[in-house]
């Protein structure tokens, strides 16, 4: 059974793309052609555009509904950190942000260890988290993907008070040869990821919260095969990357990810993944 207060969640990854003009109109566009009872819709424009996305959503009906998040946080509040942007800097900007991008780990040496940093200090300043994971493709090829995961989810949260995390906390397991490759992973295989990680949060003392904490999939998702994530009871939406530019693809991403979160609260035809209790129609 899925528990209550699990959301079902689209986030959009623009990346390194948009000009705040850009990112403004495709807020807006993106807010209309999403409109779906029961998903919480999340967009993260690059730093400079989350002002133009804030604007665009507030002067669209349909905005009303959308988080905007921002792609990273720096780990301290203030200080001689140049270039840099803080937690509290995001306040009235941005009620969400991802730490621990791949492409960060990859492109900024961000460590397991600087990560549960840049999640506390997100958390104490109210931000809500989405916590990137996921194995390289040679990890996977040793049999090695479930340890690496469980040892980010672990690093990544050292320190982090488990009470009432649920609130705050979203997971994104992104396997990193899936990410923008064209190749996702298979349903299965994420839905088995999501289970490692909500046991491994189980140890972590997140207990109960580590079965409310909404685990999403991340890596080449499109309209193409959105189906077959959200048919995974285990899988509570996804993190998309170079197909949330794409107003056409974010229509039928979530209109594919409302008829899950219909099917949990019981209002819907189906999903595939018919949980028996309801599902959380929070906004972002
Ligand atoms: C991402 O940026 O988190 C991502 C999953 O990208 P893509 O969907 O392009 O693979």
Redesign the pocket.
């Known amino acids: 059974m899925i528990p209550r207060m699990r959301a079902v969640i689209v986030a959009g ?1 623009w ?1 390194m793309h948009t000009t705040p003009d850009e990112a403004g109109e495709l807020a807006r566009t993106i807010a209309r052609r999403t409109d779906v009872a029961g998903v919480v819709r999340v967009l993260c424009p690059p730093f400079v555009g989350l002002q133009a996305v804030r604007d665009g959503l507030a002067a669209e009906p349909a905005g009303a509904g959308v988080g905007v998040g921002a792609q990273n946080v720096h780990h301290e509040a203030s200080g001689a950190y140049t270039g840099e942007v803080s937690a509290p800097m995001l306040l009235g900007l941005a009620t969400w942000v991802i730490a621990g ?1 791949s492409e960060r780990r990859r492109d900024a040496g961000e460590t397991d260890a600087l990560i549960s940093r840049k999640v506390a200090r997100a958390h104490e300043h109210g931000l809500r988290v989405i916590l ?1 994971v996921g194995e390289q493709l040679a990890e996977r090829e040793a049999g090695r993907a479930d340890e690496v995961v469980r040892a980010q989810v672990q690093g990544s949260l050292d320190g982090i008070d488990p009470a009432g995390a649920d609130a705050w906390l979203t997971i994104a397991y ?1 396997p990193v040869w ?3 490759t064209g190749r996702n992973a298979r349903g299965a295989d994420a839905a088995a990821m999501a289970a490692v990680i909500r046991e491994t949060l189980g140890t972590l003392g997140f207990e109960d919260a580590g079965e409310r904490i909404a685990v999403l999939y ?4 499109s309209s193409a095969n959105i189906d077959e994530f959200m048919a995974e009871p285990a899988i509570d939406g996804a ?5 949330s530019l794409k107003p056409d693809e974010m229509a039928a991403i979530v209109a594919r990810a409302g008829l899950t979160a219909q099917a949990r609260a019981g209002t819907g035809r189906g999903g595939g993944s018919a949980g028996s209790a309801g599902s959380d129609a929070a906004t972002g």
Not at 218 to 221: A, I, M, N, P, T
């Open positions: 990854n990346k991008h990137c992104e899936a990410i923008g991340g890596g080449s998702v993190l998309v990357g170079g197909a």
